[in-house]
């Protein structure tokens, strides 16, 4: 590791790790990695169906998953509840309004480990690194980028497009941090709140998701998602991955605007 993380502590080098692993891939020089240095972060763990944050709590930090996976919902007055995004490794949560309180929840559905820095700290390790702002932007962009998918998928798709192309989504992300392939991955989200997330009830998604098996594209079995003919059902789904990528700045350009030396 870098010789300046010689006076981090152990949640901070982790925090570091975290943001230099795929799909970060945060590339950091001597005056980022001091104001890193300064930052105030809690890791914190969660167990299964904990709650990382509650809707309507007051929140003034902001949260990556370092592991796990989580479960961002808003509950509605009647009782309904829409399931917004299935938070991993390396994902942001924790997105607040200016009065700072959660639109939504973030639960756990595994155990989770999430990294806690207060906005005041973020605050001040930007203004010592502006650079650290670029990194926020990428992780704000992707979080838009997944969020307007998941809409379209409500609002636009047809009930067996949408289980599809969240379901290649989810194992996208998930080989990005290294828990899939692309013959498939773990899913320890239940049938209940993909559901919930694809705005279809239990029953009608179970048949989705047969109807996917029968012909031959996908098999939702015991916690395990398995791509059967994975350029199939990207063409029955007409997924493009390229919404997920970090990229948002030239990597080929420094942060001032000059070339970057080769």
């Known amino acids: 590791m870098h010789n300046e993380l ?3 502590n152990i949640t901070v080098s982790a925090l570091i790790d975290l943001l230099k692993a795929p799909p970060i891939l945060a590339d950091f020089e ?3 990695l001091r104001a890193l240095a300064s930052l105030q972060v809690d890791e914190r763990r969660v167990q299964a169906d904990g709650t990382i944050i509650n809707q309507g709590e007051r929140i003034r930090s902001i949260h990556l998953v370092q592991s796990g996976w989580g479960c961002v919902y808003r509950d509605l007055s009647n009782g309904e509840r ?5 938070p991993m490794r390396s994902d942001f949560v924790g997105l607040r309004t200016a009065a700072g309180r959660s639109y939504n929840t973030v639960a756990a559905i595994t155990p989770m480990t999430v990294f806690e820095v207060p906005l005041c700290s973020l605050a001040n390790a930007i203004q010592q690194a502006p650079k650290l702002s670029f990194i926020l932007i990428e ?4 979080q838009r980028s997944l969020l307007i998918e998941h809409l379209t998928n409500v609002g636009c798709r047809s009930a067996l497009v949408r289980t ?3 379901l290649l989504e989810l194992g996208d992300r998930a080989k990005a941090c290294g828990m899939g392939d692309d013959k498939g991955f773990d899913c320890p989200i239940t049938q209940y709140q993909l559901a919930d997330a694809l705005g279809l009830t239990p ?5 989705m998701v047969r109807e996917l098996r029968e012909e031959g594209l996908l098999m939702f079995k015991n916690s395990r998602v398995d791509y059967l003919n994975r350029k199939a059902l990207i063409a029955l789904a007409e997924y493009d991955g390229e919404f997920m990528h970090m990229s948002v700045f030239d990597k080929t350009m420094s942060y001032s605007g000059a070339p970057l030396q080769s």
């Open 6 to 8: 010689h006076t981090i």
């Open 30 to 32: 001597n005056i980022e």
């Open 164 to 166: 599809a192309h969240l």
């Open 139 to 142: 992780l704000f962009a992707r």
């Open 82 to 86: 829409q399931v917004l995004d299935f």
């Open 203 to 207: 029953i009608h998604l179970n048949r």
